[in-house]
C-alpha cells in the first residue's frame, strides 16, 4: 500500500537575476524533518532519477502550489545529486543532497520568486517503501531535531514515486504551511481554476 508524500524545504540558496534561474536542495539525506521522515543518500539518488525518467515520458510535472501545471512559465533547468559536500549561495549541502535549478519563462513567476513569494520547493508523490525505527535505533548519522520526542518513531523513505514538485509559498512558521495552503485553495479558487497567470498573481498580491 502506498502512502501519500509530502515535503517541503527552504528555498533559494541561488538566484540567477541573468538568467532567471532559482537554485535548491530538493531532498536532504541523513536529516530526520519535522514530520518525522529522513532519505539515505542512495534512496535519494534512485528517486531523484526515477522523477527525471518520468517526467521525460511526461508522467510527472513541475506546479505552482500543487495546484496549477507550471506550462511553459517555468521549467527544469539542472537536476543533480551531490557526489560531494558543494556550497551554494551561502548554503553547504551534504553529498546526496538533490539539487534542482528552475528557470523563469514570465515575469510574474520570477517576482514571485525574488520578493520571496515563492520560498520553498516541496515534493508530491506517493511513499512505496519505508521502515519505521525508534529515534534510539537510528544510526549514528542521521541528524534529529532536539524537538523530536524519544518516544514518537522515526520513518526512513526507502523509495518513493514523485508526481510532481512545486514552487510554494514558504511560511515562516512550519506549523502554519497547511494553513497558507487551505487559504490560498479557499481564497482563489477561481484563480487556481482559471490557471498560472492569475494563480501567481494572487500569491503576488497577498504577500506573505
Request: hydrophobic share 40%; aromatic share 4%.
Given at each position: 500500500?502506498?502512502?501519500?508524500?509530502?515535503?517541503?524545504?527552504?528555498?533559494?540558496?541561488?538566484?540567477?537575476?541573468?538568467?532567471?534561474?532559482?537554485?535548491?536542495?530538493?531532498?536532504?539525506?541523513?536529516?530526520?524533518?519535522?514530520?518525522g521522515d529522513y532519505f539515505r543518500a542512495g534512496d535519494i539518488r534512485r528517486?531523484?532519477?526515477?522523477?527525471?525518467?518520468?517526467?521525460?515520458?511526461?508522467?510527472?510535472?513541475?506546479?505552482?502550489?500543487?495546484?496549477?501545471?507550471?506550462?511553459?512559465?517555468?521549467?527544469?533547468?539542472?537536476?543533480?545529486?551531490?557526489?560531494?559536500?558543494?556550497?551554494?549561495?551561502?548554503?553547504?549541502?551534504?553529498?546526496?543532497?538533490?539539487?534542482?535549478?528552475?528557470?523563469?519563462?514570465?515575469?510574474?513567476?520570477?517576482?514571485?520568486?525574488?520578493?520571496?513569494?515563492?520560498?520553498?520547493?516541496?515534493?508530491?508523490?506517493?511513499?512505496?517503501?519505508?521502515?519505521?525505527?525508534?529515534?534510539?535505533?537510528?544510526p549514528r548519522d542521521v541528524g534529529v531535531p532536539e524537538e523530536h520526542p524519544?518516544?514518537?518513531?522515526?520513518?526512513?523513505?526507502?523509495?518513493?514515486?514523485?508526481?510532481?514538485?512545486?514552487?510554494?509559498?514558504?511560511?515562516?512558521?512550519?506549523?502554519?504551511?497547511?494553513?497558507?495552503?487551505?487559504?490560498?485553495?479557499?481564497d482563489h479558487a477561481d484563480d487556481v481554476a482559471a490557471g498560472g497567470d492569475?494563480?501567481?498573481?494572487?500569491?503576488?498580491?497577498?504577500?506573505?
Amino acid at each position: 500500500m502506498t502512502e501519500t508524500l509530502r515535503k517541503t524545504v527552504d528555498l533559494t540558496d541561488e538566484l540567477d537575476e541573468e538568467r532567471q534561474v532559482a537554485t535548491g536542495a530538493l531532498l536532504v539525506p541523513d536529516e530526520v524533518d519535522t514530520q518525522g521522515d529522513y532519505f539515505r543518500a542512495g534512496d535519494i539518488r534512485r528517486i531523484a532519477h526515477d522523477y527525471m525518467r518520468r517526467l521525460q515520458r511526461g508522467e510527472a510535472e513541475l506546479k505552482f502550489m500543487h495546484a496549477v501545471p507550471a506550462g511553459s512559465k517555468l521549467s527544469l533547468a539542472e537536476s543533480r545529486v551531490l557526489d560531494e559536500s558543494e556550497t551554494i549561495g551561502d548554503t553547504e549541502h551534504a553529498a546526496g543532497t538533490w539539487i534542482v535549478s528552475v528557470k523563469a519563462h514570465d515575469a510574474d513567476v520570477w517576482q514571485a520568486f525574488t520578493s520571496g513569494l515563492f520560498g520553498g520547493f516541496s515534493i508530491g508523490g506517493e511513499i512505496e517503501q519505508a521502515s519505521t525505527l525508534s529515534p534510539a535505533e537510528l544510526p549514528r548519522d542521521v541528524g534529529v531535531p532536539e524537538e523530536h520526542p524519544d518516544d514518537v518513531p522515526i520513518q526512513r523513505i526507502e523509495d518513493a514515486t514523485l508526481n510532481e514538485f512545486s514552487a510554494v509559498d514558504e511560511p515562516a512558521v512550519p506549523q502554519a504551511r497547511v494553513e497558507v495552503l487551505k487559504s490560498l485553495a479557499k481564497d482563489h479558487a477561481d484563480d487556481v481554476a482559471a490557471g498560472g497567470d492569475r494563480c501567481v498573481q494572487a500569491l503576488i498580491e497577498r504577500g506573505h
